[in-house]
């Protein structure tokens, strides 16, 4: 959901609102004559999050206040917030969308008003990241685990128990996480007591996950499948805690305002290039502009879910710096074809970030020279 805060001269039409086209119900202009109506302006909002992303509002100044009151009482409703981190995201500098991102169809009295006498003041975009959960059971036992690995799982991979006569592998614990789907709630883990601190601490301080932990009433959780020698080991297992770990995801806000500033300048004025990014793969930061609605959709907004596909890239990059035999210098880019469009990754080492530059519009060549000349000034800003 997009909100435009506007101001104009009185609009032409007398309802309190006016579909911006007849086809699309989601895009709506506010009169600038009426007065804020809570209970009519609240049937027109998206009933879920779910039903909200094509949503575009353009609401009058006078109506700010009001509209960020109803906004906010209306999150309640955009689905559960046990699943969904729900945040708005302000334009530093808003730009006033063309007539066609906006949804005009046909050139008509309101489109004109748009085009004429509306200046865009304010936009807020309605972001929705998806929230991941997992149980934690903290467990103690006289006798030890009836295995020898670290861990075994219990049925299946969504039920794990750690052993309480290895000592905690950090290492297979971080890449047991990497690849467990944590986005149906049923993920458990069973671990010692005497690891506990330290599996938490991996959670937050070297996954760098921002995390949620609450304790739950009930300590009981099917175990799922156990064969005869867990069995004699469950029955004399305690359950001394259970958790529940939310997993929030980071706002993805860029840490480097000048930075970010530039890169709205690059999709601003360049048109091959449709969105640019720059990932800092040590820190996990990343800073973004994009200019097409459909290229956001692609990929962009989930960069953090698909970073670890930079990782055989980046290492290649270290690996050819050091190799003085080819004569051709060391890998600086990387160019990824896709059907529809391009991406071209240019690799700064020294700074460990990579730039990436995204286009549907042109060629390889194209990108190549426009996304060139602009990283030395990125560099700059790192």
Wanted: proline share 4%; aromatic share 12%; charged share 30%.
């Amino acid at each position: 959901m997009k909100i435009l805060i506007y101001k104009a001269k009185p609009i032409e039409f007398n309802r309190l609102y006016q579909s911006i086209n007849t086809i699309d119900g989601r895009k709506k202009i506010f009169s600038n004559k009426k007065d804020f109506d809570k209970s009519q302006i609240n049937i027109v909002l998206p009933l879920n999050i779910e039903g909200s992303e094509e949503s575009i509002f353009l609401v009058p100044e006078a109506w700010k206040d009001d509209f960020d009151k109803l906004l906010t009482e209306k999150e309640k409703e955009f689905g559960d917030k046990d699943k969904f981190d729900i945040n708005w995201l302000k334009e530093q500098t808003p730009k006033k969308p063309s007539r066609n991102e906006i949804g005009f169809i046909n050139e008509n009295e309101l489109s004109q008003f748009y085009e004429e006498e509306v200046e865009i003041l304010e936009s807020w975009t309605l972001k929705k990241s998806k929230v991941w959960s997992l149980k934690v059971i903290i467990y103690t036992a006289e006798i030890e685990v009836p295995f020898d690995e670290f861990y075994e799982p219990l049925g299946s991979w969504k039920k794990i128990i750690f052993s309480n006569k290895i000592p905690f592998d950090e290492k297979t614990v971080s890449s047991l996480l990497d690849v467990i789907d944590f986005e149906d709630d049923s993920t458990v883990f069973y671990v010692p007591l005497e690891m506990k601190e330290i599996f938490l601490e991996l959670l937050k301080v070297i996954k760098k996950w921002n995390i949620e932990i609450t304790p739950l009433e009930s300590l009981k959780e099917p175990m799922g499948i156990i064969w005869d020698k867990f069995s004699q080991f469950y029955e004399k297992m305690n359950i001394s805690e259970a958790l529940k770990i939310k997993i929030i995801p980071e706002k993805n806000e860029c840490p480097n305002k000048e930075l970010e500033s530039f890169l709205n300048k690059i999709v601003q004025k360049d048109d091959s290039i449709d969105a640019v990014f720059v990932f800092d793969f040590k820190n996990s930061k990343f800073c973004k502009s994009v200019r097409r609605t459909d290229i956001e959709k692609f990929s962009i907004s989930k960069i953090d879910s698909v970073t670890k596909c930079f990782d055989p890239l980046i290492e290649f990059h270290i690996a050819s710096s050091n190799n003085k035999k080819t004569g051709i210098g060391k890998l600086e880019g990387e160019i990824i074809h896709f059907a529809n469009g391009i991406i071209y990754l240019y690799f700064i080492s020294e700074k460990q970030h990579v730039i990436g530059f995204i286009s549907k519009t042109y060629g390889v060549g194209e990108l190549l020279w426009y996304g060139n000349k602009h990283v030395d000034i990125i560099k700059r800003y790192l």
